[in-house]
């Protein structure tokens, strides 16, 4: 999703306010669900309409292990391989000689 600004009247503002409230919903959710209904009536396919959604669900990676689908995160954002700390002066691995 998309975050954005928009600039109401008064009056529409308050409605929304007030209709988000009675619904038991967000002021967002309440646009979302508007805008939707305007693109109904104009004509614009849902996702589960387009061409697009019949392609969801049909490649197979091959991969073994957790679905990749299910744990896109950890495949595109990595964790970073931890490094091994340098061993601190007076530690372990000084003989404590000068040589």
Request: net charge positive; no cysteine.
């Given at each position: 999703?998309?975050?954005?600004?928009?600039?109401?009247?008064?009056?529409?503002?308050?409605?929304?306010?007030?209709?988000?409230?009675?619904?038991?919903?967000?002021?967002?959710?309440?646009?979302?669900e508007a805008i939707e209904a305007w693109?109904?009536?104009?004509?614009?396919?849902?996702?589960?309409?387009?061409?697009?959604?019949?392609?969801?669900?049909?490649?197979?990676s091959g991969q073994r292990g957790p679905?990749?689908?299910?744990?896109?995160?950890?495949?595109?954002?990595?964790?970073?391989?931890?490094?091994?700390?340098?061993?601190?002066?007076?530690?372990?691995?000084?003989?404590?000689?000068?040589?």
């Open positions: 999703m998309r975050r954005i600004q928009i600039v109401l009247e008064e009056e529409q503002y308050r409605w929304l306010r007030h209709e988000a409230g009675v619904r038991g919903v967000s002021i967002s959710s309440l646009v979302r693109r109904a009536r104009d004509g614009w396919p849902t996702i589960e309409q387009s061409a697009f959604w019949t392609l969801v669900g049909k490649g197979q679905a990749i689908s299910e744990h896109v995160d950890d495949w595109l954002y990595p964790s970073p391989p931890r490094r091994r700390k340098a061993p601190r002066k007076g530690t372990a691995g000084e003989t404590g000689r000068r040589l």
